[in-house]
């Protein structure tokens, strides 16, 4: 990189000879820009010798101070598609004229506020620095009103950019801008970052965008590296603004290696829009133990300093994760969370300690040492998911029983169904006759998820089994697999296409709650009571209406279950009276009080005092804080304890009515009605007080009803693990992962720097 550098004064003489050329007698040509020598001249990539001809006709009114030595980068000008500009190096001939060493100064083809910094910053023996100046801007203004239109034109700054020319703007290419969309193209598409220096790839960009300098392999991961410190500092700096959040953590394994997945969340104060990032993704290489994951969860929520911050984490069912927060996750009435108080030293008076006092201090001690989680909430969609399989695996009179209850309709018809699947998946001829039949390719099930059972199923009803010759032909073609193989085919009746049908019917309201309940925008921890309740609801409306022939087993078996934990009742109903979750529910806008009687009414006006409560204490003034205080971003002033009169300013107060102001926040709750419109927005909330109903909103709804996050991180993390780069270290992997799961914070901090780099090339213009 060539720099300007500073030299200590040197003459150049005194002669009449060494003034600048007088802007009156200056004509340029082309004759006089070929004129020197071809020794001292340097063409970048992808400029020619006309170029170069142009722009040094552009200096040729300053010939006397500077020699044209370099250009490169050529780049459309902005407003003037037809034009070009370059990044230029020029020679002073002031430091240069007396044995200096060259110096260079580096400017753009359209602006020389650089080469008139040079001279500024100069005091050059013979000629004083404001004359020099004087002379300089002479010369400028003299070529400019004189109309002098050169190829490559003064920068105008004070005319303010047209809508077009903003957008050209936007538009303008530079290598910085280059490389950021192309390791943002390489990152979101979980690219090998090897393909950059690949052949093929060189060539084709070659076409695309010659002037693009494609960086090397080493060179991606640099900026990957980069990238990722980026998205860290902004992730951290968020977090640090952020009053409460939410995380979500899982386990996850592929190609024989076990990883460890966290991601949070956040609601904008200002929108109240659900935020969200990606913590890590971390190889586990030990056993998945309670104090493993402990360690591990707590190492993460500590280095991105949120430990204190978490509502809640939200996982799934899994016996190891519900073991390691139920033996440190977070207990107020833990009596080992109690710091024990010290005599001082020094005192003078011998304190008698008894052995057992000294055992629970060591205990006590013991317990700083072990790491710390957060409340744990279970993951709703997981539960539904269990509800919908484990639940209903074994039920009699529907897919279960023996002797005299040996009536099961489900299982014959869900094993001709798998059969046909699983002919579709095998065997490519299969699928294209089942293909030529239905005129599609059938949704298959996956293991893992029933949703994509439920989703299959229906396909098959609206395909395969839509009308009596549809059922035919697809009875032709599975008799035709298995005549070759010899074995009995299984033929779909219309029986069985009903049992179907009502095994959708009576699954449709758990596949529809599932899909809210993993939703990412509005996934607001203040929509699963009123979610669950409508489920619940549907189910019972199913079994009220009689209309089932088959399928009123599995509707009883989905609602209760004497005796086990299985069922609806077992698995949520303790839910609903988790004073949390209903405060969750009563400051949603878009359920509030009126849903509040339906899914507690026994408790709602509990939680109603609940809230007024809540509200009260934080407007109202405490005039003792406590120590804990301290730890709070803003304190109050010491001295407004001690005002007599700080009564008068409490809201407790009031001068026009007198009323309590717990009276007129409970007024405003009574009269809160429910908002229809999807989307939360500040304007949803009571105007009393509002910034305090925001406040307890994100308060409660912050942590997630699911860990469907974490599970599309894994996704993300399947597409960059693939078989072909399986053996990539776990510190790339992550750093992949991180960066892609925190895309837009990084791209909030791209355009930034964007935005910095062109108002200090504006400042930059304006010194010229």
């Known amino acids: 990189m060539f720099l300007s550098r500073s030299s200590s004064a040197m003459s150049v003489g005194s002669e009449s000879s060494d003034t600048l050329m007088s802007p009156r007698t200056f004509r340029p040509s082309s004759s006089q820009g070929m004129r020197e020598d071809n020794s001292d001249k340097h063409l970048g990539k992808g400029c020619k010798q006309e170029d170069f001809d142009e722009v040094n006709i552009s200096l040729m009114p300053f010939e006397k101070l500077f ?39 580096k400017f753009q083809s359209d602006s020389k506020g650089n080469l008139r910094t040079h001279l500024k910053g100069k005091m050059h023996r013979g000629h004083k620095t404001a004359q020099l100046l004087d002379e300089f801007d002479d010369i400028k203004k003299a070529t400019s009103k004189k109309g002098h239109r050169l190829n490559v ?5 004070s005319r303010q950019l047209s809508f077009r020319q903003a957008q050209e703007m936007s538009r303008h290419f530079t290598q910085d801008k ?37 960086p090397s392999h080493t060179a991606m991961k640099n900026t990957i590296d980069d990238q990722a410190r980026k998205a860290k500092k902004e992730l951290m700096s968020i977090l640090k603004e952020a009053r409460y959040v939410a995380t979500t953590a899982d386990s996850w394994s592929a190609h024989h290696r076990a990883f460890l997945g966290c991601t949070v969340h956040w609601i904008d104060a200002e929108t109240l829009r659900r935020k969200h990032g990606t913590l890590a ?90 790491p710390k ?38 299982t014959k018809a869900a094993a001709k169904a798998q059969g046909l699947w699983n002919l579709h998946n095998r065997s490519s001829v299969v699928a294209n006759k089942i293909r030529d039949v239905v005129g599609r390719k059938l949704n298959t099930p996956c293991p893992t998820r029933w ?8 396909c098959l009803l609206k395909t395969a089994l839509k009308d009596p010759e549809t059922i035919e032909a697809i009875n032709e073609v599975m008799k035709s697999e298995a005549a070759g193989k010899r074995a009995a085919a299984p033929v779909f009746t219309e029986e069985d296409k009903e049992i179907l049908q009502e095994y959708c019917k009576v699954m449709k309201p758990v596949a529809i709650c599932l899909d809210r309940l ?59 009276a988790d004073e949390d979750l209903l405060m969750a529910t009563l400051t949603h806008p878009n359920h509030g009080p009126f849903m509040l009687k339906h899914v507690a009414p026994a408790l709602e006006e509990d939680i109603k005092e609940r809230l007024i409560r809540e509200i009260v204490t934080s407007i109202t003034p405490d005039p003792l804080p406590s120590s804990q ?43 809160w009605g429910r908002s229809k419109v999807a989307e939360v927005k500040p304007g949803q909330f009571p105007s009393m007080h509002r910034e305090k109903w925001i406040s307890l909103f994100i308060k409660y709804n912050t942590a997630l009803p699911s860990s469907a996050a974490v599970e599309r991180m894994f996704s993300t993390a399947g597409d960059v693990l693939r078989p072909k780069r399986a053996s990539m270290t776990s510190d790339r992997f992550e750093k992949l992962v991180f960066t892609k799961g925190n895309m837009q914070l990084l791209d909030a901090v791209l355009r930034r720097e964007r935005r910095e780099g062109e108002c200090d090339s504006e400042r930059e213009t304006d010194v010229e």
């Open 67 to 105: 020699k044209l030595h370099k250009i490169e980068d050529p780049r459309p000008k902005l407003g003037h598609s037809d034009r070009m500009v370059f990044n230029c190096l020029a020679i002073c001939k002031l430091c240069e004229g007396y044995g200096m060493k060259k110096t260079y100064i």
């Open 153 to 157: 034109r003064e920068k105008d700054t």
């Open 178 to 214: 280059g490389r950021q969309a192309w390791v943002k193209w390489f990152t979101t598409l979980c690219i090998a970052p090897s393909i950059s220096a690949h052949p093929a790839t060189r060539e084709m960009m070659k076409v695309f965008r010659p002037e693009f300098n494609l």
């Open 281 to 370: 993704c971390k190889e586990l290489k030990s056993n998945q133990t309670k104090e493993l994951l402990a360690n591990e969860i707590y190492k993460i929520n500590s280095e991105f300093g949120i430990t204190r911050k978490i509502v809640a984490t939200t996982t799934d069912n899994g016996a190891n994760y519900c073991a390691a927060f139920a033996h440190f996750g977070d207990n107020q009435d833990d009596p080992l969370a109690v710091a024990p108080e010290h005599e001082d030293p020094d005192g003078g008076d011998v304190a008698i300690v008894s052995v057992h006092d000294l055992l629970e201090e060591e205990v006590e001690d013991e317990a700083e040492d072990l």
């Open 373 to 410: 989680l957060p409340t744990q909430r279970r993951c709703a969609a997981h539960t539904l998911n269990l509800l919908a399989t484990t639940d209903v695996s074994k039920v009699v009179g529907w897919n279960y029983g023996t002797g005299r209850q040996a009536r099961q309709p489900f």
């Open 451 to 458: 949703n994509t059972l439920y989703d299959a199923t229906e």
């Open 518 to 576: 993993q939703a990412e925008v509005n996934a607001y921890m203040g929509i699963l009571l009123p979610y669950l309740m409508l489920l619940k609801r549907d189910l019972q409306a199913i079994k009220r209406e009689g209309e089932l022939r088959y399928a009123d087993p599995l509707v009883d078996a989905l609602l209760e279950q004497d005796g086990t934990v299985h069922g609806f009742n077992n698995r949520f109903m303790h839910l609903f």
């Open 629 to 671: 205080s301290q730890d709070m971003v803003t304190e109050k002033p010491k001295e407004a304890s001690d005002d007599p009169f700080a009564f008068l300013e409490s809201p407790t107060v009031m001068e026009e009515d007198g009323s309590n102001i717990g009276e007129l926040i409970k007024k405003e709750v009574d009269t």
